[in-house]
């Protein structure tokens, strides 16, 4: 089955850039979605199809995916930003959804 | 505007089974599929499987789809994910989420689910 791999955690200091990786392979072929959990709440979706963002969202909160990686980047980040984030992929030939580990972002 | 809404609580014994619901409204129900997702307590989103809204066709997780059922009340435009023979790890959140495009673009409050005995 297909994996997603996040890094347990970033750190970002508030006003800079948050950069937080999704890799699989070659998913670039894919379309990639990032959820935002904060902490006892559900997920919501800020990013899908690699980089458009709902309505609602922020312009800071941007996508990309590229060879192996996919990145989520949040700029100019504030302390309401401060949650896990999930990617996912869906896995067209066996027909379900695959999630990464997800990441926790901390506002330094 | 889209809302899922799912039943509450359930604490529940080792090897009994648990119905949660899922409600949703502001848009036309058979259009999407629902995805079921549960997290446990301090873990991250595992993905358990879909239904389609439309034709009722389902797609499990392989580590769950023995006990697993996935159903829909196209009258009522809510969906239902049954799981059987509890165990201590079933203990989670559960989660339905509107599915299009391959993308959850809404989820759910989320149901607690506690197996204790």
């Known amino acids: 089955s297909y994996v997603l791999t996040q890094p347990p955690s970033v750190s970002v200091a508030p006003g800079q850039t948050a950069r937080i990786p999704c890799g699989g392979v070659n998913i670039e072929m894919k379309s990639v979605h990032w959820y935002q959990q904060k902490p006892g709440q559900a997920p919501i979706l800020v990013v899908y199809d690699d980089s458009d963002r709902p309505s609602g969202i922020p312009e800071r909160f941007s996508g990309s995916n590229s060879g192996n990686t996919a990145t989520l980047t949040i700029s100019r980040v504030e302390a309401g930003d401060e949650a896990d984030y999930y990617c996912?992929?869906?896995?067209?030939?066996?027909?379900?959804?695959?999630f990464g580990g997800g990441t926790q972002l901390t506002v330094l | 505007q889209v809302q899922l809404v799912q039943s509450g609580a359930e604490v529940k014994q080792p090897g009994a089974s648990v119905k949660v619901s899922c409600k949703a409204s502001?848009?036309?129900?058979?259009?999407?599929?629902i995805s079921w997702v549960r997290q446990a307590p301090g873990q991250g989103l595992e993905w358990m499987g879909w239904?389609?809204?439309?034709?009722?066709?389902?797609n499990y997780a392989q580590k769950m789809q023995d006990r697993v059922d996935f159903s829909i009340d196209a009258d009522t435009s809510t969906a239902f994910m049954e799981l059987r023979r509890l165990k201590s790890d079933d203990t989670a959140v559960y989660y339905c989420?509107?599915?299009?495009?391959?993308?959850?673009?809404?989820w759910g409050q989320g149901t607690r689910v506690t197996v204790s005995p």
């Open positions: 996912q992929v869906w896995d067209s030939r066996g027909d379900y959804a695959v």
């Open positions: 239904i389609s809204a439309y034709t009722g066709k389902t």
């Open positions: 502001g848009y036309t129900f058979a259009t999407y599929g």
């Open positions: 989420a509107r599915v299009g495009e391959l993308r959850l673009s809404y």
